[in-house]
């Protein structure tokens, strides 16, 4: 494929780097350069990320997506994908969010990973990840792609830093080794009214299988995970859009639950 002209990555980083800042949907980069590889657009997320670093967010951690198959097959890929999780976008439970910082938010429940040790590799398994992992607890991703409808082909989504919004942890941290997280089932409420249900194994079999496919991703380009990160698995049932007034509860069997209320745009 022919790569994108010089200089390009930039000015897409500058791109989607204002729609994020400016809360606007815009038209997704391939309409502009239909010839975007996937190495090109992990490129153009490293830049974004360290621009946002420049700008004083930390790096925390990272989240999965396209981790079901039944997103996969509606994207027609047949692989997930990974972005950054950076210390401003972690939300808490007792803080309302103010729909002011979003274009069209949706929320999807996970299973975050507390990383101990620093792992990397190309050959990582799912038992490898759990004996890192120091911790599991329940989480709610919020994704709010930069672009229109939410619409974008798999280069777009990489380089929008795979849709990150926000995210919130529940405050129940457990040892991962005394669950079954394939087994583990959740019910996401919006204003007391079942949305979603799911289980952990929605998540590529296995949430931990998540985490090492991104551990092996990481291996091929000498990078990897670290003591201290936190993981998002991937969504463990479809992504339901909120909006003010709204509040959404994922309650997961053994983890607890995780929750937050949203505000009017003020
Ligand atoms: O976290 C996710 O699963 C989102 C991945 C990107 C696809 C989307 O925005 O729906
Ligand atoms: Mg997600």
Not at 71 to 97: N, S
Not at 112 to 141: C, H, K, W
Not at 219 to 232: A, N, P, Q, R, S
Request: charged share 25%; aromatic share 8%.
């Amino acid at each position: 494929m022919v790569p994108i002209a010089s200089g390009a990555d930039l000015e897409i980083v500058e791109y989607l780097f204002a729609a994020e800042k400016d809360r606007r949907e815009v038209v997704k980069v391939t309409e502009r350069y239909p010839n975007l590889s996937l190495k090109e657009a992990y490129a153009i997320q490293e830049k974004l990320i360290q621009k946002r670093e420049k700008g004083g967010a930390r790096r925390i951690g990272l989240k999965l997506g396209l981790t079901s198959k039944a997103k996969q097959e509606m994207m027609g890929v047949h692989e997930a994908i990974y972005g950054y999780l950076t210390d401003d976008m972690l939300a808490l439970e007792w803080e309302p969010l103010d729909f002011a910082q979003f274009i069209h938010p949706k929320a999807e429940p996970e299973i975050a990973f507390m990383i101990g040790e620093d792992l990397q590799g190309t050959n990582i398994t799912v038992e490898d990840v759990l004996s890192v992992t120091r911790y599991v607890a329940p989480a709610i991703e919020i994704i709010d792609s930069r672009y229109v409808n939410f619409k974008f082909t798999l280069a777009d989504v990489v380089a929008d830093n795979c849709s990150s919004s926000r995210f919130l942890i529940g405050s129940k941290w457990i040892c991962a080794k005394t669950l079954n997280l394939a087994e583990i089932g959740m019910v996401m409420s919006k204003n007391g009214e079942v949305a979603q249900t799911g289980s952990g194994a929605a998540v590529m079999g296995h949430p931990a299988a998540s985490v090492a496919w991104a551990v092996n991703k990481l291996g091929e380009i000498g990078k990897g995970i670290k003591k201290g990160d936190i993981i998002l698995s991937g969504a463990i049932s479809e992504a339901i859009p909120f909006e003010p007034h709204d509040t959404i509860v994922a309650q997961f069997a053994e983890l607890g639950s995780v929750s937050f209320s949203c505000k009017a745009r003020t």
